[in-house]
T-cell receptor, first 112, second 110 residues
């Protein structure tokens, strides 16, 4: 069966510090991978998605970036965090076509 | 206008009642529709997917889709306190990219 791992679970970082969140998927090949962010009491906002190694599409212009160095690894990064980057970050994968998302446990990021 | 709109909630129902959650969407070419359940502090989990007009039933859950009206709903029969959560409606057009509503928080009172 497929599993998705996301870490860390919680993170407190000062403004201006770098960020690296990692996500890996097991049990499937060539998944579509996604990074979503959820503000408190709100729905999910798509940040990045990837359909293959090195193929990244950005949905929202911001100071975040994403990379996919391996088929089942997806990384979210920032060089300098802003207060507005605080939120619940969710990595997800899906199969080919228009199929449901399967989420990791999420990372709760607080920028102070 | 938001791309996906849900009842603002919160919604409160007594145990054993039917909970009705509604969602409208603006993109007419949307192909797939999903309901996710999210417990407080946790990540969303898929509970229903629906791709064609009509009803789809899975246990106590029934999803209803009307593409002409751009409307999708979720009915929860015999609601249980464990159903208390936020329910997210998601609509996908292509490549699995889903657009989410802000969610409706459901409380089932014993």
């Amino acid at each position: 069966s497929q599993t998705i791992h996301q870490w860390p679970a919680t993170l407190v970082q000062p403004v201006g510090s770098p960020l690296s969140l990692e996500c890996t998927v097991e049990g499937t090949s060539n998944p579509n991978l996604y990074w979503y962010r959820q503000a408190a009491g709100r729905g999910l906002q798509l940040l990045f998605y990837s359909v293959g190694i090195g193929q990244i599409s950005s949905e929202v212009p911001q100071n975040l970036s994403a990379s996919r160095p391996q088929d089942r690894q997806f990384i979210l990064s920032s060089k300098k965090l802003l207060l507005s980057d605080s939120g619940f970050y969710l990595c997800a994968w899906s199969g080919a076509g228009v199929t449901p998302l399967h989420f990791g446990n999420g990372t709760r990021l607080t920028v102070t | 206008q938001k791309e996906v709109e849900q009842n603002s909630g919160p919604l409160s129902v007594p145990e054993g009642a039917i909970a009705s959650l509604n969602c409208t969407y603006s993109d007419r070419v949307s192909q797939s529709f999903f309901w996710y359940r999210q417990y407080s502090g946790k990540s969303p989990e898929l509970i229903m997917s629906i791709y064609s007009n009509g009803d789809k039933e899975d246990g106590r859950f029934t999803a209803q889709l009307n593409k002409a009206s751009q409307y999708v709903s979720l009915l929860i029969r015999d609601s249980q306190p464990s159903d208390s959560a936020t329910y997210l409606c998601a609509v996908a057009r292509d490549a699995g990219k889903s657009t989410f509503g802000d969610g409706t928080t459901l409380t089932v009172k014993p």
